[in-house]
C-alpha cells in the first residue's frame, strides 16, 4: 500500500513539473492578468443604445412654374462712349490735375509734359524765321534795284536774273521757317492733355513722374451720359438670336432696374477667357446705376418654365446637381437630381426635377445625408 502511494506521489510530481515548466508558467499568469482588463474594456463598449431625434431642417416650398428668361448674366455698367486719352509726344509727365470720377469740360487741361525740348524748338523756329524775313526783304529790294537798272544798260542780264533768284530762294526759306514754326508751336502745344469733349474721368493710367510714350493712355474718359450694361457671353450665335427687351438690375439692389437693347456684340473672342463681349444700351437708367455697378441681366419671356428656389438648396450627386426633398410621409430627405435653367443674384432657376408643392431644404444641405429622419422647422421666405 505505502508503495502504491508513493508511486502516485511520484507520477504526480512529474506531472506537475511538466505543466509548470518556467515558460508556461509564465504564460499562465499573464493570461490571468489580462483577462480582468479584456473584461473591463467589454463591459464599457457596451453603451445603452439612445435614441437619436429627427434633425430640424429649414426648407421651402416649390412654387409653380413660371415663364423666366433662358439667359441671365452678371456684368457691370459701362459709359456708352468711352474715349482712352494720351500725349502725341514722348516726355515724362509733369502734372496731372483731373482723377477718377471728376467731372471735365471741352479744352480742360487734364495733363502736362515738361516743354523745356519744345519750347526750345520753338525759339530757334521763331529765330530761323527772323532771318528768312530779313533775307528775303533784302532780296526784294536788290531784284527792284536791278529791275530799274536793267532798261538803261547799267547791268547785264545774268545779274537780273540772279537777284531774281536770289529772290525765289529767300521766298521759299522763309515759308520753310514759317512751316517749321507752326510745326514747333504744335509740338509745343501736345505737351498740353485737354478734354475733347464734356465727359467723367473713369480711369487714370499714369502718375506725374513717369515717362510716358506717344500714345500711351494716360486718362480715359466718358464723354456722353449713356450707360451701357456690358456682359461676356460663351455662345454668341445663341445670344444675337434672341430679340426683345432686356431687364437690367442692380445686384445690391434689385428694385433699382432698367430696360435695354443689343447693342453689339464683339466678333472676336477674348483670348484669355474665349468668351465674347455683349453691351446692351440702357433706357433712363436710374441714377444708382452708376459706372462700375455690378447689374444682373435678363431676357425674359423667351425661355422655358423654370422654378425659383435659393442657390442655398443646391447640392450634387454624381457630379450633377440636385436638391434634398422631403417626404412628407415618412419626414425623410429624398436627393432627387434637378435641371438647372440659370441663376440669378440669390436664386437658382430649376426647369426639371421637381414638382409644385414639394418642400426642399434650404440650409445645411452638405451635412445631410440621403434618407436621413428630418422634421420640417422654419420655412424660408
Known sequence: MTEDISGFTDCMQKMLHHLFTPLRL????????????????????????????????????????????MFTQTGEIRPHDEVTLGFR?????????VDVGDHVAVGQVLGTLENSTSQNQLDSARADLDSARAAEQLAVLNLRRMTQLMPSGAIARVQLDTARSDWQAAASRRRSSEATLNTARENLSWTRLTAPATGVVTQVSAEPGQVVSAGQTVVTLAVSSGRDAVIDVADPQAFSRRTGQFRVS???????????????????????TRTWRVRVTLENPPPAMAL?????????????????????ALTRIQGKPAVFVVDTAGRRLQLRPVTLAGFTAADMLVSAGLRPGEHVVTAGVSKLREGEKVTVGEEAE
Open 26 to 69: 509564465m504564460l499562465l499568469l499573464q493570461g490571468i492578468l489580462v483577462l480582468p482588463a479584456v473584461l473591463l474594456l467589454a463591459g464599457c463598449n457596451e453603451k445603452p443604445q439612445q435614441h437619436t431625434p429627427p434633425r430640424p431642417v429649414r426648407t421651402v416650398t416649390v412654387p409653380a412654374p413660371s415663364q423666366a428668361g
Open 89 to 97: 509726344l514722348d516726355g515724362r509727365l509733369l502734372t496731372r490735375s
Open 250 to 272: 442692380l445686384l445690391a439692389d434689385p428694385t433699382a432696374s432698367a430696360t435695354g437693347t443689343l447693342r453689339d456684340i464683339s466678333p472676336q473672342a477674348d483670348a484669355q
Open 292 to 312: 462700375g455697378a455690378s447689374v444682373q441681366v435678363g431676357l425674359y419671356g423667351t425661355g422655358p418654365a423654370v422654378m425659383c428656389l435659393p442657390a442655398s
